[in-house]
Nanobody, 121 residues
Framework: QVQLVESGGGLVQAGGSLRLSCAAS????????MGWYRQAPGKQRELVAR???????NYADSVKGRFAISRDNAKNTVYLQMNTLKPEDTAVYYC???????????????WGQGTQVTVSS
């Protein structure tokens, strides 16, 4: 059993900052990529940022220069520092992890339950 639990969402004014955290727990052998996705009302879920175990990152163009993803491999935790927030960043933010549960299992994607981020103008 694997769980991903997000925290840190909330309501913030435009120009403000929030930091999201996501901790993976349970029967985990190894985590490869961890990432953050978001889904705004009426829109499809989109990638915000992701990071490999070795620290290679990539970002959606819309958040480059404003958001920073990082991870603590020892804690199986990924973070998303969000600065200069805009109303269009309002969405439910989901954490995802590509991981194995045993040395011989294939990689599978696991998702958190989501955390709401609301940016007021």
């Amino acid at each position: 059993q694997v769980q991903l639990v997000e925290s840190g969402g909330g309501l913030v004014q435009a120009g403000g900052s929030l930091r999201l955290s996501c901790a993976a727990s349970g029967s985990i052998f190894s985590i490869n990529v961890m990432g953050w996705y978001r889904q705004a009302p009426g829109k499809q879920r989109e990638l915000v940022a992701r990071i490999t175990r070795g620290g290679i990152t990539n970002y959606a163009d819309s958040v480059k220069g404003r958001f920073a993803i990082s991870r603590d491999n020892a804690k199986n935790t990924v973070y998303l520092q969000m600065n200069t927030l805009k109303p269009e960043d309002t969405a439910v933010y989901y954490c995802a992890a590509d991981l194995t549960t045993t040395p011989w299992s294939v990689m599978q994607d696991y998702w958190g339950q989501g955390t709401q981020v609301t940016v007021s103008s």
